[in-house]
Structure formats: C-alpha cells, structure tokens
C-alpha cells in the first residue's frame, strides 16, 4: 500500500466528484423532504416481503446525517452511516483542496490488497445487512 502526495494543485480528482455528489445529497437531505412530496417513495421490497432490503433506511440516514442526528442515523443503517460521513468528509477535503490548493493523498494498492478490500467490503455489506433485518424485525427500529 502506498501513500502518494502530490504536489500542490487544484485540479480536480475523484475526492473533489465524492465532495460535490456528497454537498448535493446532503443539501437535499437537509431542505427538501423527498419521503413526503415523492407519492411512491419507500421500499417496495419490504412493502412486498415484509424484510428490509439492503438499502433501506439511506434515506434516513441522509436526512438524520443532514440533520447532525448520529445516533438515528446509526440506527437506520449503520454502512449508510459510515457512508454519509465519508461523503461529509470529502465536502470538507474538496472545499480545502480546490480552494486553498492543498494537495489530496492518493492511496495506491497492489493486486492482493485489492482482494482483501472486496472480501472486506463484502463482508461489512452481509454483517450490515445481517444487522438491518434484526433491527426492523426484533428492535422495530424505523
């Protein structure tokens, strides 16, 4: 694994698209109530089956992440969550890069390093998923 800083720039980089798609969503979670004025909104998947897809709750979680409501957030989808704040850090990353310069780091990983990021991945998405049903099924969280 290497940690490359480039030098000083304000082009933009994968960080600065993260940023600008991250202010956008959170902007949007935090002024417009997108479950109340979309008719069709929800999950048709638990509406059907009665068991939460993968994604249910990234809506709360914008909206509760928007709203500085961490534990809420947490309780709707806890790999939502995780997700959200990364987004908020790269608003954060981009608006120092593009403003004052500042060079962002780039992580570069070999072939194996690369697979155990998949496996990891993999393995949050099945344990956050795992842990989504539980907490719609048993806790009733909403």
Not at 18 to 31: K, P, T
Not at 88 to 96: E, F, K, L, P
């Amino acid at each position: 694994m290497q940690l490359v800083l480039p030098s000083r720039n304000r082009t933009l980089g994968t960080i600065d698209a993260l940023g600008i798609v991250g202010l956008v969503g959170l902007l949007v979670a935090r002024y417009v109530p997108v479950a109340r004025i979309i008719p069709f909104w929800g999950c048709t998947f638990r509406e059907t089956t009665g068991v939460p897809c993968p994604g249910c709750g990234l809506t709360r979680v914008a909206d509760r992440v928007a709203h500085f409501n961490l534990l809420g957030a947490l309780h709707a989808n806890p790999l939502g969550t995780f997700a959200a704040l990364v987004f908020a850090g790269a608003v954060v990353a981009s608006a120092v890069h593009l403003i004052f310069g500042v060079p962002l780091p780039e992580l570069r990983l070999d072939d194996k390093e690369w697979k155990r990021a998949r496996y990891a991945a993999i393995g949050l998405f099945v344990a956050n998923y795992a842990f989504v049903i539980f907490a719609y099924r048993v806790l009733h969280w909403r």
